[in-house]
């Protein structure tokens, strides 16, 4: 089920405003039926409201305001850090290493708050078969930087791979990862006592 308006008002730059609902999206479905993949299985439920000015895709996004979420339930997602840059899900896995376990996700909730171009994560929580997964953090929507924390609670103790938080930086394009420096101390001073 789809709803919404979206409207666009001349000037120089026109301004452009969207708002909608999609319930019950079977990504799964869709991402196969596309041929961009065909391991994932999820239905979600998706919300935007968002407004911006701009004569240009990256000038609209740079003034872009609003919130856009979404909500997904039980399914099996390969790559969900990859909703925050490109190729993230292959890049923490030198940290984290391989889990297919955590493929298989009990629910997800992503919330992010836009203002001037600037995305705010309220909400980026997967919980998945092995491990809590939060992540906060921004992205600029204007110059692709972004900056998060992931921050991973294992289920259980065995999973010592699964206690770093990671630091992302760099571009939606080119992200980088690195162990967060709080994260480490933290451990260091525990393994210490």
């Not at 391989?98 to 919980?127: L, T, W, Y």
Request: glycine residues 10%; aromatic residues 6%; positive net charge.
């Amino acid at each position: 089920d789809i709803s919404g308006k979206f409207s666009l008002a001349p000037g120089s730059p026109p301004r452009t405003s969207a708002k909608f609902l999609v319930q019950h999206f079977d990504l799964g479905g869709f991402l196969k039926e596309t041929g961009l993949n065909d391991e994932v299985r999820s239905v979600i439920d998706i919300a935007a409201d968002l407004s911006g000015r701009g004569d240009s895709v990256r000038s609209l996004m740079a003034e872009l305001n609003g919130s856009i979420g979404a909500v997904m339930g039980e399914g099996y997602l390969t790559k969900y850090l990859d909703l925050i840059s490109v190729d993230l899900s292959q890049k923490v896995i030198p940290f984290w290493g391989i889990h297919k376990e955590a493929r298989q996700i009990n629910c997800g909730v992503i919330q992010f708050d836009i203002e001037k171009g600037m995305a705010i994560s309220r909400a980026f929580v997967f919980d998945s078969a092995i491990a809590i997964l939060n992540a906060r953090g921004k992205i600029d929507l204007g110059t692709e930087k972004v900056d998060f924390l992931l921050i991973p609670k294992p289920k259980r103790p065995s999973l010592t791979d699964l206690t770093t938080n990671l630091r992302v930086s760099g571009t939606l394009m080119a992200p980088k990862v690195r162990p967060d420096a709080m994260s480490l101390a933290t451990k260091g001073a525990k393994l210490l006592s």
